[in-house]
């Protein structure tokens, strides 16, 4: 179980939706949040380390940039759910991954520079695990303001 401070959920509520970009973001954003450039980055890092969050980064649009992201899901049997986790996640190409109540529990985006890397990595990733891959690649997008306050 993670504890999250005051300071941590100030944090996490307050950098979800936009980051500044500029010579010094974390200073930027730190004023904005009531900490010092240095406390905002050792604070993001002690989340990350705790687990509260996965990561801390900019979220690209590969399409917009040639590339490709695709929806995938398989069917992971419940004994095996950490051991093909990690082979999925090895993946550099490996956005976000999920594990969901359904018959497709785990679910996660392809996102690469190369659109063939897509069709690649999911070849790769049943090689590796012996389980089927199902590609769901996006027919239409739809913007979804996303936030969890915590």
Not at 35 to 56: D, H, N, Q
Request: aromatic fraction near 8%; charged fraction near 25%; charge should be negative.
């Amino acid at each position: 179980m993670i504890t999250l401070t005051d300071a941590d959920r100030v944090i996490i509520n307050g950098l979800q939706g936009g980051f500044p970009v500029s010579e010094r973001p974390f200073a930027e954003a730190g004023a904005r949040l009531g900490l010092s450039e240095t406390e905002l980055i050792a604070r993001i890092g002690a989340l990350v380390e705790a687990g509260a969050i996965s990561r801390f980064g900019p979220l690209w649009n590969s399409e917009e940039l040639g590339g490709a992201v695709c929806l995938a899901a398989m069917s992971v049997p419940s004994e095996r759910f950490d051991e093909v986790t990690a082979k999925v996640n090895a993946h550099a190409e490996i956005a976000h991954n999920y594990e969901r109540d359904h018959a497709l529990n785990m679910w996660f985006v392809l996102s690469s520079l190369d659109p063939a890397r897509i069709r690649a990595t999911a070849r790769a990733i049943e090689e590796e695990t012996g389980l089927k891959v199902w590609l769901m690649p996006k027919e239409e997008e739809f913007f979804v303001g996303f936030r969890v306050e915590v």
